[in-house]
């Protein structure tokens, strides 16, 4: 039981360039969530998926598009990426979207954008 | 809007020690109050949680957290702090999205 993984845990990218960061759960969760962390802004919510087949915009979801591609994984992806992206990205999931239920998080993938 | 809000992005206090985070949230109606730990370059991890029922909540580690609904906090204490609890905590409180505080980095001094 691996828990929430992410992948990759690193990635330097160039202005402009794109790239996916993989998300997948084997908890049988309805809901995932991507994050990122900034110094001194705590975790801000960038996309959702309350269930499989709908996905909608958090706090922060400019510059991001996120797939959910099944019930276990949720992609996030960046377009064309921008220094301001530079950050640390969790994803999380959980049994539901709303109420009471703890989300359980990745490891984290930290992105520098050059 | 929902915020949380913690008061001290740093806080520092010797080994065995009260340790003392403070959490305050903006809510119209009770809320799910969550803390998280980050152990360095890790993910989150529910430290404890409060739903309904009794105020004082304990959680792993020897943490425990008091939900003061006239106070509109939450605030995390631990009796005697050691050195593995060198971490940053993050409140968190969710209506219909889990909305975080800052984070306050913990260190524990020898």
């Known amino acids: 039981n691996a828990g929430v993984t992410q992948t990759p845990k690193f990635q330097v990218l160039k202005t402009g360039q794109s790239m996916t960061l993989q998300c997948a759960q084997d908890m049988n969760h309805n809901s995932m969530y991507w994050y990122r962390q900034d110094p001194g802004m705590g975790l801000r919510l960038i996309y959702y998926?309350?269930?499989?087949?709908?996905?909608d915009k958090g706090e922060v979801p400019n510059g991001y598009n996120v797939s959910r591609l099944n019930k276990r994984e949720f992609s996030l992806r960046l377009e064309s990426a921008a220094p301001s992206q530079t950050s640390v990205y969790f994803c999380?999931?959980?049994?539901?979207?709303?109420?009471?239920?703890?989300?359980?998080f990745g490891p984290g993938t930290r992105l520098t954008v050059t | 809007a929902q915020s949380v809000t913690q008061l001290g992005s740093h806080v520092s206090v010797s080994e065995g020690a009260l340790v003392l985070l403070r959490c305050n949230y903006s809510?119209?109606?009770?809320?799910?109050l969550f803390w998280y730990v980050q152990y360095p370059n890790q993910g989150l991890q529910l430290l404890l949680k409060y739903t309904t029922g009794a105020t004082l909540v304990k959680g792993i580690n020897g943490f425990e957290a008091e939900f003061k609904k006239s106070e509109t906090s939450f605030h995390l204490t631990k009796p005697s702090a050691h050195m593995s609890d060198a971490a940053e905590y993050f409140c968190a409180v969710i209506y219909q999205k889990l909305v975080f505080g800052q984070g306050t980095r913990l260190t524990i001094n020898p």
């Open positions: 999380a999931s959980s049994e539901t979207w709303a109420g009471n239920y703890e989300q359980y």
């Open positions: 998926s309350a269930s499989e087949g709908t996905t």
């Open positions: 809510s119209s109606v009770p809320p799910y």
